[in-house]
């Protein structure tokens, strides 16, 4: 993706975090990087201390470059917790809270089986394969 598109892309989600805390809302920033350019604003506007979340989901191909975002994360945010969607890969650190994107028993009980059947019927669950 073009550099300024990936700028953009950290802009909205920031805006959108933003507002959604200004409506009183609690949000979990997800952080998310890609070359090594972006390392340079990928975690701006996020408070250092926050609880984050990261994906290590279809990364495994591309371990070394998410540790290294990985790392750089934890210098620059401190996070005091990480929810990590995926399993995380040995050598992350800190206080992270792992969510199995395919245990569709641990996802019912965090959403609710209402929430989890709407979404597991209009697709928005899991990739197609």
């Known amino acids: 993706m073009p550099l300024a598109r990936q ?7 920031r805006w959108c975090g933003a507002f959604w805390q200004k409506q009183g809302m609690i949000v979990i920033p997800t952080i998310s990087w890609g070359s090594i ?3 340079e604003f990928c975690f701006d506007g996020i408070e250092k201390g926050s609880v984050v979340a990261v994906s290590t989901y279809t990364r495994e191909d591309n371990r070394d470059d ?21 399993t995380p890969f040995p050598e ?23 929430e989890f059947t709407k979404k597991y019927l209009a697709g928005e669950l899991y990739p197609e394969i």
């Not at 700028?7 to 989600?13: A, L």
């Not at 028993?105 to 209402?114: Q, Y």
Request: hydrophobic content about 45%; charged content about 25%.
């Open 92 to 114: 992350m650190k800190g206080k992270i809270k792992a969510i199995d994107p395919f245990n569709k028993e641990e996802l019912i009980k965090k959403m609710g089986f209402v």
């Open 37 to 39: 350019p972006c390392l």
């Open 7 to 13: 700028i953009d892309n950290v802009f909205k989600n």
């Open 66 to 86: 998410f540790m290294l975002g990985y790392n750089k994360m934890l210098e620059i945010i401190e996070p005091s917790a990480i929810i990590c969607y995926g």
